[in-house]
């Protein structure tokens, strides 16, 4: 079976300071990856999907980038965190063929102070 | 891609079975219809998914009219344990040859004892 990871899975930093986040898919080879964010008390925002390594796409322009350095790995990061960038944010994975099924990880809660 | 609409939140009381309607007015040919459950502090869980006409499993059902603009939840004698924003979501396939999706902005659903 398919079971995905996120870790830290709580994050207090300074404004300013860097931030990575990673992901990792068990179970399933070539998924497709995303990252998510969640303000608290809103939706599900789209930042970053990828369909393979080193292909990665920006859904919001911003100061995060992602990377995909393995096939069941990605990862998320900052070079300078804003207090904007507070939130709950999620990996999830979806088969390359049906990607309208995500599987989503724990989450990571980050507090930028 | 499709954007969706739904209430911002609902209440019942245990026992009653809950509708929640959600629309997709520029749905496309192609795109499919998934509804997700998010708990506090917890990443999404896939519920249902559905193209046209009705999709029962253990947990809900979901109705889908022939012209696909909307797309309704029904679950049956909600508990308390049920209390948890509902997501509608609607995708295709992209040009870059994976789906993208657009959560809408999901549904807080509070069951009452």
């Known amino acids: 079976s398919q079971t995905i990871h996120q870790w830290p899975a709580t994050l207090v930093q300074p404004v300013g300071s860097p931030l990575s986040l990673e992901c990792t898919v068990e179970g399933t080879s070539n998924p497709n990856l995303y990252w998510y964010r969640q303000a608290a008390g809103r939706g599900l925002q789209l930042l970053f999907y990828s369909i393979g390594i080193d292909q990665i796409s920006s859904e919001v322009p911003q100061n995060l980038s992602a990377s995909r350095p393995q096939d069941r790995q990605f990862i998320l990061s900052s070079k300078k965190l804003l207090l904007s960038d507070s939130g709950f944010y999620l990996c999830?994975?979806?088969?390359?063929?049906?990607?309208?099924?995500?599987?989503f990880g724990p989450g990571t809660r980050l507090l930028v102070l | 891609l499709a954007k969706t609409t739904q209430p911002i939140s609902m209440d019942s009381y245990e026992g009653q079975e809950v509708n929640i309607t959600c629309s997709h007015n520029n749905i496309a040919t192609n795109d499919y219809i998934t509804w997700y459950q998010q708990f506090p502090s917890q990443g999404p869980r896939f519920i249902i998914q559905?193209?046209?006409t009705k999709v029962t499993n253990e947990v809900a059902s979901l109705f889908i009219p022939a012209d696909r603009k909307s797309s309704t939840l029904s679950l049956p004698r909600v508990s308390l344990s049920d209390t948890a924003v509902y997501y509608c979501l609607v995708g295709s396939p992209s040009g870059a040859g994976s789906y993208q999706l657009t959560f809408g902005k999901g549904t807080k659903l509070s069951v009452i004892p």
């Open positions: 999830a994975w979806s088969f390359t063929s049906r990607g309208e099924t995500q599987y």
């Open positions: 559905g193209y046209k």
